[in-house]
C-alpha cells in the first residue's frame, strides 16, 4: 500500500487508463465544417470521430447527445468561465494556451484573408486591410488574429457563422472574410458557392487545431487526452485527413 502511494506521488501524470470512470466533462462546440457540424440531428465532423476515438482509447465512453453545438461567442464564454467544460474545434495561440489547457494538436491550420478571386484588391499587408469590410465571427481565431494586428473595429463586421460569412462575401455586402481556409471552403460548398470563385488574399497564420479545457478540468484528464491523442495520431494517421471529408 505504502508503495502504491509513493508511484501516485512521484507519477501524478500516469495515464488513467480503462480502469478509470469516463471523467466528468462538458463539451462545446459550434457549426465547423468539416471538423463539427449537425446532419440529420446528429453531431458530426471530423473531430467528433478524433474525440470519440481519444475516448475509447482510454476506456471511457462518449455520448455525442451531450455535445452541446452552439454558436462560436457563447461556447467560448462557456469554455472559459465554467470549470468543467471543454471547446473544439479551436485554434492554437499562444494568447489561448494562457487561457485554456489544450489538447493537440489534431489538425493542421491555415487561417487567412479570402476574397474573390477577379477581384483586384490592393492589399499586401494587414495594413491596407484599412480600406476594407471585412466579415469575422466574434472570438473566432480570425477574428482575435485582426484584433491583435490593430486592425480598425470598423473594418470588421460580426456574423453568427462561418456560413453567414461565405453568404454575404458572395453577396458582396463585405469584401472580405478572415476564416480557416479549409472550413472556408467547406462551407461554400455547403452553401451552394463554387469554392474555385476565391481566393487566399493574405494568410494570416499557420497553426494548429484541437480540444482545449477550462483552467480546473483535472490536469490528469487533459494529460490523459493528450497522450491518447499522440497514440492516435502515430498509429491511425488517416483519421486525421480532413479530405475523409
Known amino acids: 500500500m505504502h508503495q502504491l502511494v509513493r508511484l501516485v506521488a512521484l507519477y501524478p501524470f500516469m495515464s488513467f487508463g480503462a480502469t478509470y470512470d469516463t471523467p466528468s466533462l462538458d463539451w462545446v462546440t459550434e457549426d465547423y465544417p468539416p471538423f463539427n457540424y449537425h446532419i440529420n440531428g446528429e453531431i458530426e465532423g471530423l473531430s467528433i470521430r478524433i474525440l470519440d476515438s481519444i475516448y475509447r482509447d482510454l476506456g471511457w465512453t462518449l455520448n455525442k447527445r451531450d455535445i452541446m453545438l452552439v454558436p462560436w461567442p457563447r461556447a467560448y464564454r462557456m469554455a472559459m468561465t465554467s470549470p468543467k467544460t471543454c471547446i473544439f474545434s479551436i485554434t492554437y495561440t499562444q494568447e489561448r494556451a494562457k487561457i485554456f ?145
Not at 476594407?132 to 457563422?161: C, E, M, P, T, W
Request: charged share 25%.
Open 101 to 245: 489547457q489544450f489538447i493537440g494538436p489534431s489538425i493542421d491550420n491555415q487561417v487567412a484573408i479570402i476574397g474573390h478571386k477577379d477581384n483586384d484588391y490592393d492589399v499586401s499587408t494587414l495594413k491596407d486591410l484599412k480600406n476594407y469590410k471585412i466579415g469575422v465571427v466574434k472570438n473566432d481565431i480570425g477574428h482575435q488574429l485582426l484584433r491583435q494586428s490593430d486592425v480598425g473595429k470598423d473594418n470588421l463586421v460580426f456574423l453568427a457563422s462561418g456560413f453567414e460569412l461565405v453568404q454575404m462575401l458572395k453577396l458582396k455586402r463585405i469584401d472580405l472574410i478572415a476564416y480557416g481556409d479549409i472550413i472556408a471552403r467547406f462551407q461554400f460548398k455547403r452553401a451552394g458557392i463554387d469554392p474555385a470563385h476565391y481566393r487566399i488574399i493574405l494568410p494570416l497564420s499557420r497553426s494548429y487545431l484541437g480540444f482545449a479545457c477550462n483552467k480546473q478540468v483535472d490536469a490528469r484528464w487533459v494529460h490523459s487526452m493528450n497522450q491518447a491523442l499522440r497514440r492516435l495520431r502515430r498509429n491511425e494517421p488517416s483519421l486525421f485527413l480532413p479530405q475523409s471529408y
